[in-house]
Antibody
């Protein structure tokens, strides 16, 4: 059974940094792209970042560029999201998701974790 | 405001058919990017309903179907049931931003 489990969510102050982790199991992690999607309280889904299976190709939403960094450790089946200079508006549940698709214009997220809450507040 | 536009809400009576639209542009749906659909129940993670415009993952009933034409896509649900009441989102890749975009979401109410 495919499973992804996020961890690392916390209450932090504006300007601080935080790293989220996502432990994957039940599939060949090294062969699939992975991504992060967030959802602010009472709001819709918002794509954050995607990384190719090899960890080299990375994509970021405009709000994440320069502040967030996605990476993966294929030897440990783990995905990461390093977030710096956090803002109040980054407060959200952050979901880790496994991607499917042969080309980027066909990528979709088929398996999702339950999410981890990041709260940015002074 | 999202690059992909969905109606904020739709409603229907049990047994009826409803459709949810997802309107994009020439850099995403109109450029040939695939459209995918998700259902989200309150307090839970999104669930994949349709991928690649019109494909259902195993376990998703054939009451649900997806279609795409030009710069728009639609999710149709027939034989509406109370358990269909949820939020629905479309997703596609946008070449202009070189990233993925979700529609703003549509709340489906079963009357």
């Amino acid at each position: 059974e495919v499973q992804v489990l996020e961890s690392g969510g916390d209450l932090v102050q504006p300007g601080e940094s935080l790293t989220l982790s996502c432990a994957a199991s039940g599939f060949s992690f090294k062969n699939f792209a992975m991504g992060w999607v967030r959802q602010a309280p009472g709001k819709g889904l918002e794509w954050v970042s995607t990384v190719h299976d090899d960890g080299v190709g990375t994509y970021y939403a405009d709000f994440a560029k320069g502040r967030f960094s996605i990476s993966r450790d294929n030897s440990k089946n783990t995905l990461f999201l390093q977030m710096s200079r956090l803002r109040v508006e980054d407060t959200a549940v952050y979901y880790c998701a496994k991607a499917e698709g042969f080309t980027v214009d066909a990528y979709y997220f088929d398996h999702w974790g339950q999410g981890t809450l990041v709260t940015v507040s002074s | 405001q999202s690059v992909l536009t969905q109606p904020p809400s739709v409603s229907g009576a049990p047994g009826q058919r409803v459709t949810i639209s997802c309107t994009g542009g020439s850099s995403n749906i109109g450029a040939g990017s695939h459209v995918h659909w998700y259902q989200q129940l309150p307090g839970t993670a999104p669930k994949l309903l349709i991928y690649g415009n019109n494909n259902r993952p195993s376990g998703v009933p054939d009451r649900l179907s997806g279609s795409k034409s030009g710069t728009s896509a639609s999710l149709a649900i027939t034989g509406l049931r109370a358990e269909d009441e949820a939020d629905y989102y479309c997703l596609s890749y946008d070449s202009l931003s070189d990233g993925w975009v979700f529609g703003g979401g549509t709340k489906l109410t079963v009357l």
